[in-house]
């Protein structure tokens, strides 16, 4: 289920652009999953490299476009 939700977040996030993570919420229907799995599937997203936090909230989907080596 948690692969689902980041695949969810990670095509919003490509077709739009970064979004604040409200507004992100709002687009992929967050409020009819349970409780807590956004913030899950934000920290999972990010583990794996599908998802970036930014700052003042924001995220965005990771793509060969903007991926970075690690450091």
């Known amino acids: 289920m948690l692969d689902a939700e980041v695949r969810r977040l990670r095509r919003m996030l490509v077709w739009s652009g970064p979004l604040s993570r409200e507004l992100l919420a709002e687009r992929c229907a967050t409020r009819r999953w349970r409780e807590g799995s ?27 476009r903007n991926r970075q080596p690690l450091a």
Request: net charge negative.
């Open 38 to 64: 956004l913030d899950e599937a934000l920290r999972h997203g990010v583990s794996c490299g599908a998802l970036r936090l930014l700052p003042l909230g924001y995220v965005a989907a990771v793509t060969e």
